[in-house]
């Protein structure tokens, strides 16, 4: 790093210390935040980075602060069985690595899951102790460091979700002479009662929660239980474990799932949603439930921030064990909630399928969740001015559910040279006059080569024509003028992706042969594939199963179209567009002749 460069670092790590600072007192002396938790730590994590790579500590930074979390306010208690936290993955690939080494551990072929939301909440254990033939809550424990927890039993009493007593009844009598029961679950907050609570602080003049699970947990550790009483806080009951008299474990159910009944029964509220599947090496069902999760979770009364895939047979469990800090028998699948800072370096324009034209930053790369990221997206210009985005911007970066990243806010503190965002006149890649409708910008040229190569690059994706073939081979073919469309990709022969794509023999007949082996995808899939705006998956399956081949399809009336399910007016005009087009007609005529199932 040269001197210069060094120290515009160091005025960065300045002004990033006063931010913190600022920060810290609005948190911690007027007990007022301005900013999300998450908010905070990526300011941190970025000052932690360049104090790092640069040496430069200076020693009233924020992060010289020794932090001392253990509170002293409660007595502890020890948890029957340690509550360990989940090992948490944030993609598909991540997770079917994960499922494989269980398989591979337990030598099973096939594997019987539990699947849960992940409650956003406190963990708590309740542990129930033998008297008079029933059981009798005993004491609730925070999870603390897994093994001893705080006791915050007289608040835990006042949730009326958390039976007082259990009676085991007919399960009472097993040879183990159960004496204590230990269950595990989520203390939450539901987000209506969030609002309320709120609105009461709000007047009263104190600060307000930024969130349910900040709230839950101050709820569940308040000193005066009937301050925690008033909250109407909730529990969610997803384990529960038996034990004799010397702390042995007894086991009275094979599986996980059947002790969810046993909790219902006993008057737990179970973790709603929970459901369980059997799954081979396709994590494909667990992927659809980590999929409805995220789009349900907006419409959920409570907060979840992922969902828990678990072991469902308790000896596997058992066979698995535990890390000393993880059970190896779960896994968590999170959705992206972190946040970075980083700095926009660069805007470039990306030519979509349809002509819109994106803008997306390039960031100095940064690390979330394991993921390195050097781009976002910046949607359309009325998002840059709605947010004044400009280059040499310090951001927050946030990866959310499946798309690319974003970027939540300019950080205006940190703000030094930037320059404006300029909007293109012209398509980068063909140079034709870009139009604009609303906020977008559209590349009108039909011969527009990145328009070509992006429709190439949706045909052959993952949902459509599932064939593995890299954008740069697609690039190279239509920028050579060897294909104008997708029809012309199967008239390939091998001998052409072996020189376009400087494959090797066997490389270039694999994928002439994917190819070739595409023209026997389902309608579903080519309706897809074809990029009909609005027609995404869902809306392509039931289209196919209403219509079933592409001249029904072409021919259907409006009314026909929208008594479809999910077809609205606009997805029906939509594709009423589409058909009208000289060029999509010719390309289907086209189609035709190469594909089996249209
Ligand atoms: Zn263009």
Known sequence: MSVDQNKKVEQEIEKLIEIINYHNWRYYVLQDPEISDEEYDALLNRLKKLEKETGIIKPYSPTQRITNVISTEFKKGNHLFPVLSLEAVYDKKKLEEYIKSVLRNLKQSELGLLCELKFDGVSLSVIYKRNDGIFIFDKALTRGDGLIGEDVSLNAKTIKTIPLSIDLGNDNDTEGDIEF??????????????????????????????????????????????????????????????????????????????????????????????????????????????????????????????????????????????????????????????????????????????????????????????????????????????????????????????????????????????????????????????????????????????????????????????????????????????????????????SDFAVVGNLGKKSASKLYNSIQESRNRSFDRILYGLGIPMVGLRNSKSLAQKFKNIDNLMNASFAELVSVEGIGNEVANSIIQFFKDEENRKLIERLKRVMNNI
């Open 181 to 494: 029961i230990q269950v595990n679950g989520e203390v939450v907050l539901y987000k209506n009662d969030l609002q309320r609570i709120n609105e009461e602080r709000k007047k009263e003049g104190v600060p307000e929660f930024s969130n349910t699970r900040n709230a839950a947990s101050g709820s569940l550790r308040q000193l005066d239980p009937s301050v925690t009483a008033k909250r109407n806080l909730k529990f969610f009951a997803y384990s529960i474990r038996f034990f004799d008299r010397e702390g042995k474990e007894v086991r009275i159910r094979k599986k996980l799932s059947e002790l969810f009944e046993l909790m219902r029964s006993l008057r737990f509220i179970v973790s709603p949603f929970f459901k369980t599947c059997k799954i081979e090496q396709d994590v494909d069902a667990l992927q659809e439930y980590y999929e409805n999760a995220f789009e349900m979770k907006d419409s959920l009364e409570f907060d979840i921030d992922g969902v828990v895939f678990k072991v469902d047979d308790l000896e596997f469990q058992d066979r698995l064990g535990s890390t000393l800090k993880n059970y190896k028998w779960a896994i968590a699948y999170k959705f992206h909630t972190s946040i970075a800072v980083t700095k926009v370096i660069d805007v470039v324009f990306e030519v979509g399928r349809t002509g819109v034209i994106t803008p997306v930053a390039l960031l100095e790369p940064v690390e979330i969740e394991g993921a390195v990221i050097k781009n976002a997206t910046l949607h359309n210009f009325d998002y840059i001015k709605s947010k004044d985005i400009r280059i040499g911007d310090y951001v927050e970066v946030r990866r959310a559910g499946k798309v690319i990243p974003e970027i939540v806010k300019v950080i205006k503190e940190l703000r030094g040279d930037v320059r404006e965002i300029e909007e293109p006149k012209f398509c980068p890649s063909c140079k034709a006059e870009l139009i604009k409708d609303g906020p977008f910008l559209i590349c009108p040229n039909k011969q527009c080569f990145e328009k070509i190569i992006a429709k190439i690059v949706h045909w052959f994706s993952k949902d459509a024509m599932d064939v593995d073939i890299s954008d740069g081979i697609i690039s190279k073919l239509v920028k050579n003028k060897i294909v104008k469309d997708v029809v012309d990709m199967y008239n390939l022969r091998p």
